[in-house]
Each structure stands twice: as structure tokens, then as C-alpha cells.
């Protein structure tokens, strides 16, 4: 499994982005995948995650009707709809994977890890 981590960037309040990540490995569609955040100074957080088929997704209470999150398994791909973006988005978004395939809101559950991509939300 090797996750990279793309499209964060530096977006004003209220706008909008879209991550992706991407696993160059043959067993994607078995796993489950979650994204958290970590902010300067802060530990690293929970932000969404999603079961091997999609079927089943869970959120932080902070970004619930905000985030979405999806999966792709033909392309390998999970993403994460940022909508209405706050300040206090801004962090470093990472993507793991879960080998159990399940959803899960505890970083113990991940193995592999992705190298991180920067939000940055500012006016």
C-alpha cells in the first residue's frame, strides 16, 4: 500500500476543495480508508472515514455537513469534498487505510499513512 496524498492548496473561508488520494497497491478495494488533520501545534485528528464498498461513512462532528467523503475503487482512489471551509480547517489532511475494511474513528486502526496535504483557510 502507498498512499499520495493531493489537492489541498490555500482557499478563502466559505470556498471549497476537493482531496484525493491515491493507492499505487492491488488490494484498495479490501480496505477501509479514514482522512485526518492535524493542526500546528495540535494532536492529529479524526475527520471522516469509509467502509471498503462505500456503503457505510462517519464524520467528526465538526465537519458533519460539510465534508464529504467517497471512494473510487476502480481508480483506486478515495476523495474528500471540503465544503464551506473555516479557519479552523487549516491543517495537514492525511489519508490511511484500515486493513479490517471498516469505518473507524481511531488512528490505531490505520497502517499505512499518506504524506499529508496542506489546507491552508485564509482571506
Known amino acids: 500500500v502507498q498512499l499520495q496524498a493531493s489537492g489541498g492548496g490555500l482557499v478563502q473561508p466559505g470556498g471549497s476543495l476537493r482531496l484525493s488520494c491515491k493507492d499505487s497497491?492491488?488490494?484498495?478495494?479490501?480496505?477501509?480508508m479514514g482522512w485526518f488533520r492535524q493542526a500546528p501545534g495540535k494532536e492529529r485528528e479524526f475527520v471522516s472515514s469509509i467502509n471498503w464498498s462505500g456503503s457505510t461513512t462517519n464524520y467528526a462532528n465538526s465537519v458533519k455537513g460539510r465534508f464529504t467523503i467517497s471512494r473510487d475503487n476502480a481508480k483506486n482512489t478515495v476523495y474528500l469534498q471540503m465544503n464551506s471551509l473555516k479557519p479552523e480547517d487549516t491543517a495537514v489532511y492525511y489519508c490511511?487505510?484500515?486493513?479490517?475494511?471498516?469505518?473507524?474513528?481511531?488512528?490505531?486502526?490505520?497502517?499505512?499513512w499518506g504524506q499529508g496535504t496542506l489546507v491552508t483557510v485564509s482571506s
Open positions: 490511511a487505510a484500515n486493513p479490517m475494511g471498516q469505518v473507524s474513528t481511531s488512528r490505531h486502526s490505520y497502517y499505512y
Open positions: 497497491g492491488r488490494t484498495f478495494s479490501t480496505y477501509g
